[in-house]
C-alpha cells in the first residue's frame, strides 16, 4: 500500500513537473548572423557581440567562418 501511494505522488510530481516546462516555453526565439571581425570565428568574442546588441548566447557556426549566430528572446 505505501509503495502504491509513494508512486501515486512521484507520479503526479512528475506530470505537473512536465506541464509547468511546457507553458514556461511560450518565449519566441530570433536569431541574427553576426561578423566577427577576425578571419576566425571565436567563442568569446561571438558570446560577447551578441550579448551586447541583443541580450543573447552567441555561437560561432565554424572556427574558420567568421559567421556567427546570435540566438535571442524576440519579446523583449
Not at 6 to 30: R, W
Not at 47 to 64: F, I, L, R, S
Amino acid at each position: 500500500m505505501t509503495k502504491a501511494i509513494t508512486l501515486a505522488i512521484f507520479m503526479v510530481v512528475l506530470v505537473l513537473g512536465m506541464v509547468t516546462k511546457e507553458t514556461q516555453g511560450e518565449e519566441k526565439q530570433c536569431y541574427d548572423y553576426l561578423l566577427t571581425p577576425q578571419e576566425n570565428c571565436e567563442g568569446l568574442i561571438c558570446a560577447h557581440e551578441c550579448t551586447m546588441q541583443h541580450g543573447g548566447n552567441g555561437v560561432c557556426v565554424d572556427t574558420t567562418s567568421t559567421v556567427c549566430i546570435c540566438t535571442y528572446d524576440c519579446t523583449s
